[in-house]
């Protein structure tokens, strides 16, 4: 079973957060959500509390094959200041490890210097955060071990994208289908 | 302000509950989510803790311009079977008030009698639970006083629909560009 950590902090984007949780599992992932404020609880950027899995100061990340930041203000800056997961992501990252970020948390990687030279995709305007990086203004991007994201409503082609790397490609074709996304993409408005 | 209550229970869609909170908070809709289980902890059908601002028990609904029923299994059974929900939805129809039910959700209007003769949409293979109702395969319906969606990524456009309801007709188009929506709309796979 793969098993994937994601971090949450106050102020995270409540979409990006919990459809990447909800899409993740669907699929079988084994997703732990992980409070880095010190405590459990977590306050969305929308005012929704929810009690994570786990707290950052006692998990053990050694079977780790994702590390997962979703956006949203400030939790996204909360995630690029928090050096306990500044380090977690340098060690991962030099393992080769997979790393997903959407919205402004790419932030937190362009901060660390793990996007250089890398192409990736962030929500509008946040491109100078992505230091190194070479913006595409995709829903999604994937450039070698780092996956990136745009925004709220591509939390699903994010999460999709997620489920298919880890999963073998197509993984998420059936998801698509029962999550009623191929309609929304045939006959949204 | 408007004001809106959103039910939770144990087993609610966690995309369809709180993407629709995240949607109409970010248009400044005041929205209260509500226990339905006599405490203000719930569990999502995808295992998320969520602490919600009341307890049904204890709140007072006058105020109430529209009430929002999330789907996901079992919660939509637990909703269409608590007693003071029902008497609740029966009077907020009576006065002719707004009522949303997305996904399995519509179970509980049906069971109650309060699609009669109304175009209504649930996931496929709930129709039957639509007592009454004309299925219409929609994303998202809206026949008199009752807006039904389909399924989790339904919630967009339910929570669009909703907004411009009760806001007036084209308050989601911000949100609907900012958030990424009509970007996946274009481009999303």
Redesign the interface.
């Known amino acids: 079973m793969k098993t994937v950590y994601i971090f949450f902090a106050d102020g995270l984007?409540?979409?990006e957060a919990?459809?990447t949780?909800?899409i993740l599992?669907?699929a079988g992932i084994n997703v732990k959500?992980v409070s880095i404020m010190g405590n459990e609880?977590i306050t969305?950027a929308?005012?929704?509390?929810?009690?994570t899995d786990e707290v950052f100061e006692h998990t053990d990340f050694s079977d780790a094959d994702m590390l997962v930041l979703p956006g949203g203000l400030p939790g996204s800056t909360h995630l690029r200041d928090f050096e306990p997961l500044q380090k977690l992501l340098l060690s991962h990252n030099e393992k080769g490890g997979l790393i997903a970020a959407i919205c402004a948390a790419p932030m937190a990687l362009g901060n660390l210097g793990l996007l250089n030279g890398k192409h990736a995709t962030c929500?509008p305007g946040c491109e100078d955060t992505m230091t190194g990086a070479q913006p595409t203004g995709?829903?999604c991007t994937v450039c070698g071990n780092i996956i990136t994201g745009?925004?709220?409503?591509?939390a699903?082609?994010f999460a999709y994208t997620i489920v298919d790397i880890l999963l073998g490609a197509g993984s998420s074709d059936g998801l698509k289908e029962?999550?009623?996304?191929r309609?929304?993409?045939a006959?949204?408005?």
């Open positions: 984007e409540d979409i919990l459809a949780v909800d599992r669907r959500t609880i969305s929308h005012g929704v509390r929810i009690i929500y995709e829903l745009q925004g709220p409503a591509a699903f082609p029962g999550m009623m996304y309609h929304l993409l006959e949204g408005e």
